[in-house]
């Protein structure tokens, strides 16, 4: 991916993120991104919330069973922790972390880490994510990946909810969402 920065300065961070529905591929996109950098003997640290527990509690999966070991957290603070030498902090599904994310995101971009993160920009409802508005905001770089329409094989950036529950997170799989695009959601 070309827009996002190639550059080798050690001394200056930022942040990049890697957004979308469910299915559009993110975890794959970040596990990519991760492996290209470990390849190039990049020091990387990776973390998910501890609530994401649907395949690995201590792994980062994509949908096609690629997967890396990460850290499990429920407070963002833990990740500002013993950074000296990594060069780069890489968090899965960042948008069930809480408002404080946004600050350590931050405070480790302005350290010179190169902070990639990955997550659902909305949730069942269409609605934006948690701390997803801010840290697309703040953020030096986006990516936003779509999934393809269960219903009409249109692009879909929508994480539609077969199930009946209200609330804003419920963990599941294509047992209970479906990609779909802004005219299937709404109907
Ligand atoms: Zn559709």
Redesign the pocket.
């Known amino acids: 991916m070309a827009i996002e920065s190639k550059t080798n300065n050690h001394h200056v961070g930022w942040i990049e993120i890697i957004c979308g529905g469910m299915f559009s591929g993110k975890s794959k996109e970040l596990i990519n991104r991760i492996k290209t950098a470990e390849a190039a003997q990049q020091k990387v640290a990776i973390f998910k919330p501890a609530v994401d527990t649907r395949y690995h509690a201590d792994k980062i999966v994509s949908h096609d069973a690629a997967a890396l070991d990460a850290k499990p957290i429920n407070d963002a603070k833990m990740m500002l922790e013993g950074t000296e030498d990594l060069h780069i902090i890489a968090i899965d599904e960042v948008q069930f972390f809480s408002q404080d994310i946004i600050q350590v995101v931050e405070q480790l971009a302005n350290a010179g880490k190169r902070v990639i993160v990955a997550g659902l920009d909305m949730d069942y409802e269409g609605k934006p994510f948690g701390p997803m508005p801010s840290l697309l905001s703040v953020a030096n770089y986006i990516t936003k990946l779509h999934a393809l ?6 692009e ?1 950036s929508y994480s539609y909810r077969k199930i009946t529950s209200k609330d804003q997170v419920v963990l599941g799989e294509k047992d209970k969402y479906e990609a ?6 709404n109907s």
Do not use: D, K, Q, S
């Open positions: 329409c269960v219903l009409c094989g249109a879909a779909r695009c802004r005219n299937c959601f």
